[in-house]
């Protein structure tokens, strides 16, 4: 047996995270059950979480970056054990020794970014708002009903810009005063803050407060899920609270207010994934199953894994910067079970399901067998 030397700096790090949870851990193995990772892999953060305890954790391999941070183990742990925080603390102690495999090293290019342009997409922060050149979308202003904040991957992703237009078309057919922040509009941080990118969680977070209050900013719409719990979940340890609202919930809210009116018609079977940044950590289940219950035509028929029990895409804890074999993907096994239900098209409200769940559709016989949309392009066909 090999004998490993515990990092006492490690441990120091685990203690900032609260890792005093890690001693109500009793092994139970749980956690391994619910675990995503074992459907494709054999993957124990019960072992990581034991060996963090006493710091012999292998930050130099792969299994800390593993983790989507998707939710399912603290959802189900009887023993309150904080394994996301614990995780992150080891990913925060590996990134700060520069320790990241090969299949985690997009991380740096992202993180140089973040750090240059305010997104982890190599794009331009001039060139933030091109995605509404020609639409009805102005710069926000104080006294506006809402700024809405569109995120990096709707606002630089060819698939996901068409989400940001259908959002701004919905806001303007409801006759929402609203406006967005273009190239003064950051990251929200939230996946860097899962990679162990402290410091540059922080850096983004105070930009963006800086920002908010200096416009006035009152109420704030987002489309990106991991925006919304960064918002309402993390920005207050900045001492600050904004009105936060997603889509989904928006949709919902003009619906029940007769301020938007569903018109067209829909004759499709449709079936929701609850992405586990609105559902599993924010509790969002019923809003978007409103609204598409709202849709004529529309068949809404649940996958075998919905709400609570959602399978998650892959893409989250940064893992949407990260490289995934094929043959481990969470998202195709996800692509299957909508397919199961007999569903024309799979509607989600997250970027990194789109992006994950669009990449998985190519591998079904006939790309045309199932459709990937968001629930604002939902909207946005019959209003």
Avoid at 304 to 325: A, D, F, H, Q, V
């Amino acid at each position: 047996m090999d004998t490993t030397a515990p990092f006492a700096e490690a441990i120091e790090e685990f203690k900032k995270a609260g890792s005093e949870s890690t001693k109500l851990c009793f092994q139970c193995g749980k956690c391994d059950v619910y675990c995503p990772w074992n459907r494709v892999r054999p993957f124990s953060i019960r072992k990581i979480i034991r060996e963090a305890t006493f710091g012999l954790t292998e930050i130099e391999g792969e299994d800390i970056w593993r983790c989507t941070t998707c939710g399912s183990c603290p959802a189900i742990c009887p023993r309150g054990v904080g394994q996301i925080e614990i995780g992150v603390a080891l990913r925060r102690f590996a990134a700060e020794y520069g320790m990241f495999p090969e299949s985690v090293s997009a991380v740096r290019n992202a993180s140089a970014s973040l750090v240059a342009e305010g997104n982890p997409l190599s794009g331009s922060r001039q060139s933030r708002a091109d995605w509404a050149e020609g639409l009805a979308v102005k710069p926000f202003e104080e006294g506006m009903e809402m700024l809405y904040f569109v995120g990096c991957y709707f606002s630089y992703d060819p698939r996901l810009k068409k989400v940001a237009v259908a959002t701004a078309n919905i806001l303007n057919k409801a006759g929402i005063d609203f406006g967005i922040l273009g190239s003064k509009e950051s990251c929200c941080g939230e996946s860097i803050r899962k990679t162990g990118g402290e410091q540059e969680f922080r850096t983004l977070a105070k930009e963006n407060i800086k920002t908010f209050i200096d416009h006035g900013v009152k109420r704030i719409l987002v489309s990106s899920p991991h925006c919304y719990h960064t918002f309402v979940n993390e920005y207050p340890e900045f001492m600050v609270h904004f009105e936060v609202v997603h889509i989904s919930q928006l949709i919902t809210e003009l619906i029940r207010d007769g301020r938007l009116e569903l018109k067209g018609e829909l004759p499709k079977k449709v079936t929701f994934h609850d992405p586990c940044y609105l559902g599993r950590h924010n509790g969002i289940y019923d809003e978007p199953r409103e609204v598409l219950n709202t849709i004529d035509g529309v068949q809404l028929i649940e996958m075998k894994e919905s709400r609570n029990n959602s399978l998650c895409c892959g893409g989250g804890g940064g893992r949407i910067w990260m490289e995934t074999p094929k043959e481990e993907r969470f998202s195709d096994i996800r692509v299957q079970q909508a397919v199961a239900t007999g569903a024309e098209i799979m509607v989600t409200s997250c970027p990194y399901c789109i992006t994950n769940f669009e990449e998985s559709r190519l591998s079904l016989e006939g790309d045309d067998v199932l459709e990937i949309r968001d629930i604002t392009e939902m909207v946005n066909e019959v209003i």
